[in-house]
């Protein structure tokens, strides 16, 4: 079995390139601004939940490609890409990263495959991410959930809430340029997804998914959050996402991001990305806790 460990150091210009490709306007990745959370304890600007993902996303097809895996996903129609990390410490600038990629494992459930590998994500020998990222046949987060009859949201205004159905609706269009600063963040070579001149856009997988920040961050805005006295921060993050709707992705199509708190589960939401015709790109549920609750508990 082969396997990728390799290190890396953000620098504030990943993160500020990052945080302005996915219009993320928390306090705590602000280089300015992060001063002003009350008894925030990183002393500095922090790296982004869904910039580390995406980096995790690069070195997990990288692995998947050294170890030939690439074609047991399309023999095996595992259509679905699933991402399931809790988040143990913060990376600052500065701080060596690491990615410990863990030994494939093939399960088979009712005939249907699921290609699974556990993953660590470690700064200057901290665990600051951990889970597994897992290929399967059918989502493996909110599969139940049919979303196709909430009617054409382009009609209904943004940054508002569905009033039949209590979702927040985020409406965002696909722009290849932030994508490809979403990827320079995250130490990835654009020209892998995107090539002008051979006329390639291929969007990366974690990039739509990582505007859900930018959602939550509205939604919160709209409810008048004071994001200084009571900052958030991830704790986890379980995402499906549908690689077919993703390949038909194109630059400016509009997607629809929907997100609701999960009823008896403080400060989760399930969240949705729909591109046209309401196809759900990806679903998800994001958890999140107060620094206070950090505070306390550390």
């Known amino acids: 079995m082969n396997e990728i460990n390799p290190e890396f150091c953000f620098q504030q210009i990943h993160i ?20 002003h959370i009350k008894n925030n304890p990183f002393n500095g600007p922090i790296v982004l939940g869904f910039q ?17 895996e690439i074609s047991l996903i399309h023999e095996k129609a595992l259509r679905y890409s699933n991402y399931q990390f809790t988040f143990a410490n913060a990376v600052k600038p500065g701080e060596q990263v690491t990615v410990d990629i863990k030994k494939s494992q093939l399960a088979e459930n009712d005939g249907k495959t699921v290609l699974s590998n556990r993953v660590a994500v470690k700064t200057d020998g901290r665990l600051a991410l951990m889970g597994y990222k897992k290929e ?8 139940d959930k049919n979303i196709s009859t909430f009617g054409n949201l382009r009609l209904l205004p943004d940054r ?44 990366p997988e974690i990039f739509p998914c990582s505007l859900i920040s930018c959602a939550l961050l509205e939604k919160a805005l ?5 994001f200084e006295e009571n900052p958030m921060v991830y704790t986890t993050h379980k995402i499906s ?13 509009v997607l629809h991001i929907l997100a609701k708190e999960i009823p008896q589960q403080a400060d989760s939401y399930e969240c949705y990305g729909l591109i ?20 306390k508990s550390g």
């Not at 997990?60 to 490609?65: M, P, S, W």
């Not at 709209?222 to 004071?226: A, E, I, S, T, V």
């Not at 046209?276 to 505070?295: C, H, K, V």
Request: proline letters at 2%.
């Open 16 to 35: 500020d390139v990052a945080r302005n490709a996915t219009d993320d306007f928390n306090l705590f990745h602000d280089p300015h601004n992060w001063h």
């Open 52 to 68: 580390l993902v995406s980096l995790v996303e690069k070195q997990i097809t990288d692995f998947r490609e050294l170890n030939n």
């Open 136 to 143: 399967s046949f059918e989502p493996l987060f909110l599969s």
């Open 160 to 203: 508002n809430y569905l009033q039949e159905h209590g979702f927040f609706l985020k409406r965002k269009f696909m722009n290849t340029s932030n994508a490809k600063n979403f990827l320079c963040g995250s130490f990835t070579d654009q020209s892998l997804f995107f090539d002008e001149l051979n006329n390639k856009a291929n969007f």
């Open 222 to 226: 709209k409810n008048k959050h004071d």
């Open 241 to 253: 996402i549908d690689r077919v709707w993703l390949r038909q992705l194109k630059s400016n199509d």
């Open 276 to 295: 046209r015709d309401n196809r759900i790109l990806y679903r998800g549920i994001i958890s999140l806790t107060s620094l206070q609750n950090i505070l």
